[in-house]
Structures are given as structure tokens and as C-alpha cells.
């Protein structure tokens, strides 16, 4: 069974102090790992897929990276606009569904 | 510019009774996904449809079904609803796999 864990479940920053969200998985073989924004009352917003080991996609003052066992999402000089909660899947080869994570809730003061 | 569309957005019932969830997406999709969202626990798959004409269980398909209508849309149906099954619904949409398309989602309280 396919397990996904975000860590911290929240996280406040001061806008301009930059930080990094944490997705830790397991999976019988990765397919696509995919990052998430979602705003309260919302619907999750697409933003990234990583497929490999060593692979990195920025936007804007996002970035995400993947390592084998974990991916992180680095929020680099965040503004409050950026205060969302984000959230982790995993896909396995060969399967259509996503696995997510609990997410993290991100706030971003002024 | 619609995307994935859900009916009703808001919704109340009391214990016993039925309701139906509705879904479509205008971005010609093979893949649609019905997901609960709950405090704490992330988005759970509920069910999904890979393709028209076949609908599979996720991690928690019971107490509902789905009707993979056309190509278009995929309905969620709630056959005697109990206050567990108070969360945010939300349907999702993708191109055979890969990333999902998500509608804005349906509030659901059971009372």
C-alpha cells in the first residue's frame, strides 16, 4: 500500500524567511510524485510532477526536488499570498490513482 | 473555461437519507476520481473511473456508488447517509493517469 507523510503539519513564517516542506513516501514503484496548492475552501491546485530521483521544478518562489525515499517543496522569501496548504501524492506505475498526504498548512505574516 | 464542475456545492441531510453527487469535465478526459477530504486525514479516493464504462474502489468506497455516466460525467451516490460521511467531496479528472484536475469541491453534513 502506497503511504504518504508530510511534515510539519503547519508551519508560520515571517514573510521573507524562507523554509522547506517535507514528503516522505513509499511506493511499489514511482510513477509520478505531485505537489499541490490548496486554498480554504478550494479545491487542490495543481503545481508540479516530479517523476525521477535528482529532478527539480521551480515556479515562482517554489521548488520542488525528489530524492528516492522523500521530496521537498522549498518556499524561498515567501509572501503572504503564499500561505496555503500544500499537499503530497504518489502515483505507482501502472495505476491511475494518487495517494496523498495529511498536507501542510503554511502561513505567511506580513 | 469551466473544467471539472460538482452539484450541489452545498448540501445537508439527515441520517437515512439519499443524495446524489454530480461531476463533469469539459477537458475531454478519460480518468475521473471522487476523493473525500476530512481534518487531518488528507484526500482519500473513494472511488474512481480509469476509463468510460469502468469504475473501480479506492480506499474507502463503502456506503456510496458511482455511475460513470458518459464520457463527460461521473456521479456519486450516498444510498442511506450517516453522520460519518459528513466531509468535503471532491471530484478530479485526468488524462489516462498523471496529474488530476479538481473541481472546488461539494460540503456535505449529516445530521
Known amino acids: 500500500e502506497d503511504q504518504v507523510t508530510q511534515s510539519p503539519e503547519a508551519l508560520r513564517l515571517q514573510e521573507g524567511e524562507s523554509s522547506s516542506l517535507n514528503c516522505s513516501y513509499t511506493?511499489?514503484?514511482?510513477?509520478?510524485l505531485f505537489w499541490y496548492r490548496q486554498d480554504p475552501g478550494k479545491g487542490p491546485e495543481f503545481l508540479f510532477t516530479l517523476y525521477s530521483a535528482g529532478e527539480e521544478k521551480e515556479k515562482e518562489r517554489l521548488k520542488a526536488t525528489l530524492t528516492k525515499k522523500e521530496s521537498f517543496l522549498h518556499i524561498t522569501a515567501p509572501k503572504p499570498e503564499d500561505s496555503a496548504t500544500y499537499l503530497c501524492a504518489v502515483q505507482a506505475v501502472g495505476d491511475y490513482k494518487l495517494s496523498f498526504g495529511a498536507g501542510t498548512t503554511v502561513t505567511v505574516r506580513a | 473555461n469551466a473544467g471539472v464542475t460538482q452539484t450541489p456545492k452545498f448540501q445537508v441531510l439527515k441520517t437515512g437519507q439519499s443524495m446524489t453527487l454530480q461531476c463533469a469535465q469539459d477537458?475531454?478526459?478519460?480518468?475521473m476520481y471522487w476523493y473525500r477530504q476530512d481534518p487531518g486525514m488528507g484526500l482519500r479516493l473513494i472511488y474512481y473511473?480509469?476509463?468510460?464504462?469502468?469504475?473501480d474502489k479506492g480506499e474507502v468506497p463503502n456506503g456510496y456508488n458511482v455511475s460513470r455516466l458518459n464520457k463527460r460525467e461521473f456521479s456519486l451516490r450516498l444510498e442511506s447517509a450517516a453522520p460519518s460521511q459528513t466531509s468535503v467531496y471532491f471530484c478530479?479528472?485526468?488524462?489516462?493517469?498523471?496529474?488530476?484536475?479538481f473541481g472546488e469541491g461539494s460540503r456535505l453534513t449529516v445530521l
Open positions: 478530479a479528472s485526468s488524462e489516462a493517469g498523471g496529474e488530476l484536475f
Open positions: 511506493v511499489s514503484g514511482l510513477r509520478g
Open positions: 473511473s480509469a476509463s468510460e464504462g469502468t469504475t
Open positions: 477537458m475531454n478526459h478519460n480518468s
